[in-house]
């Protein structure tokens, strides 16, 4: 691509598609990252450069959830735990190749599809809690914020099942959580990618742009239409998502 106005509008366009789809039910990526490693950059840029763009979008949908009063309480501690876990996986992702991570993941994608397709009531009223609070916070907020920062494809739903698996929370305020802990992850991730210089912010604020206002959209549609609404976006979103990582790391 590259830096005319159509392809700025493309990237904005982008982003928006993007911001709504990952605010809802996660994998914005699916999008986003393609259309960044159509520019001759190396794959560390591109990366940093999603990170960009993709805070905007967790930004936005954690401000306007938080507005509307759907960010559950006694998240700081999962804010903290998310924070060291991100920098760590962020840290080691120069580090330790992730071949067997790349291959795994699409399997557990998987899993969560069935079980949710299946759960036909999973997360539509609360339920009762599995975990104690900031047991749940420090395990997963290590581990998730680990997992993001170090590959990142299909973080939010991850969060998002265990809020409600195991802290008994309806999918509308796990999804209202879960971006709350995308943007913990996103900006420390980012801080790292900037300390690196590996984020083009011309075409990177152009994405921010329809990011900043999917994310808007996203938690609109999230609270008119709730769980009932995300819980299909979520099984698609995931069964995309897994055969798109099939694909890349199986066909060869």
């Known amino acids: 691509m590259d830096g005319g106005l159509l392809t700025l509008a493309i990237l904005f366009l982008s982003g928006l598609v993007a911001g709504t789809m990952d605010t809802i039910a996660g994998g914005g990526g699916l999008i986003t990252v393609p259309v960044l490693f159509s520019f001759p950059w190396t794959p560390f840029e591109a990366f940093g450069t999603n990170k960009f763009q993709s805070t905007f979008g967790s930004f936005s949908a954690t401000f306007h959830f938080w507005r509307a009063g759907k960010i559950g309480k006694g998240l700081i501690l999962g ?7 991100a920098l760590a996986g962020a840290i080691v992702v120069g580090i330790v190749p992730s071949p067997w991570l790349k291959k795994f993941i699409p399997f557990l994608l998987l899993a969560i599809a069935v079980v949710l397709y299946f759960a036909k009531n999973f997360g539509l009223k609360p339920g009762k809690p599995r975990m104690a609070v900031p047991l749940f916070m420090a395990v997963f ?6 997992y993001d920062g170090f590959f990142g494809p299909g973080t939010g739903t991850f969060w998002a099942m265990a809020f409600v698996w195991l802290l008994g929370r309806d999918l509308r305020e796990a999804t209202a959580s879960t971006k709350l802990m ?9 801080a790292f990618f900037l300390y690196k210089g590996a984020v083009h912010f011309m075409p990177g604020m152009a994405m921010a742009l329809g990011q900043f206002i999917g994310g808007w959209i996203g938690t609109k549609l999230v609270l008119t239409k709730g769980s009932r609404f995300i ?11 897994a055969c798109k990582l099939l694909w890349d790391n199986w066909a060869a």
């Open 182 to 190: 995308n943007f913990t992850s996103n900006i420390v991730s980012l």
């Open 141 to 146: 907020g290590l581990a998730i914020g680990f």
């Open 231 to 241: 819980r299909p976006v979520m099984i698609l979103v995931a069964v995309v998502l």
């Open 79 to 85: 804010v903290l735990f998310t924070a060291v876990g």
